[in-house]
């Protein structure tokens, strides 16, 4: 299996801007999960879903956040409009059978907004 | 809310050494913590633990968990170059207000560097 592919590897983008983040989760992962990583805040859940159902958004941090998962291969985070503070690296991770909690992690998106 | 704080931050050592790390955790309705690496890019999977006083082994490196004190460690023996890395512990909790689990809470981690 080819893991979790996510993409851009890299986005730059201008204030005010909308960005789509991509995720291909490992085929039969039942759980897709969104992360965004900082210095400052280490690893935080954005959203995660369960048979492409949302189950917990409560981190999302506003409206500018959203996110969905039309099936069970494909996901999207989309940000509009992006502020510099949105800048990070956004992982999306999925897990199956192995346990919910044994997560399989794409290589991340770096997004810079300027 | 769900709390998981690590220790120490960072530590450096020399090829050999043996090293322990620590994670300390408050959660609401636990399922499992589990221990992380994370060099350049992603994060991978080192161990699941969900019972107290069971030791996991996974060639050097090994954990163990007390559910009473809340409390994991992780263990490094002879370490190595290729161990330098962030070492991430979490807790996976049921989400509030619902039946299911899957929710996982990360600490900011434990930067291990590893001289020749």
């Known amino acids: 299996d080819a893991g979790v592919i996510q993409s851009p590897r890299h986005e730059v983008t201008e204030m005010g801007q909308e960005v789509t983040l991509r995720c291909k989760p490992i085929s039969g992962h039942d759980y897709l999960f969104w992360y965004r990583q900082t210095m400052m805040r280490g690893l935080e859940l954005l959203i995660y879903?369960?048979?492409?159902?949302?189950?917990?958004d409560s981190g999302m941090p506003e409206d500018r956040f959203s996110a969905k998962m039309p099936n069970a291969s494909f996901s999207t985070l989309k940000i509009q409009p992006s502020e510099p503070r949105d800048s990070a690296v956004y992982f999306c991770?999925?897990?199956?059978?192995?346990?919910?909690?044994?997560?399989?992690f794409g290589n991340g998106t770096r997004l810079t907004v300027t | 809310e769900d709390k998981v704080v690590q220790s120490p931050l960072s530590l450096v050592v020399h090829e050999g050494d043996t090293v322990t790390l620590n994670c300390s955790y408050e959660v609401t309705n636990f399922r499992s913590l589990l221990w992380y690496k994370q060099e350049k890019k992603a994060p991978t999977f080192l161990f699941m633990l969900?019972?107290?006083?069971i030791e996991k082994k996974s060639g050097r490196l090994s954990s163990i968990l007390d559910k009473k004190e809340l409390f994991s460690i992780l263990n490094i023996t002879a370490t190595q170059t290729g161990d330098s890395a962030v070492y991430l512990c979490a807790v996976e909790a049921r989400y509030a207000g619902g039946t299911s689990y899957g929710k996982l809470t990360f600490g900011q981690g434990t930067i291990l560097t590893v001289h020749p």
């Open positions: 991770a999925s897990s199956g059978a192995e346990g919910r909690g044994h997560l399989h």
């Open positions: 969900t019972s107290s006083g």
């Open positions: 879903f369960n048979n492409n159902v949302p189950i917990d």
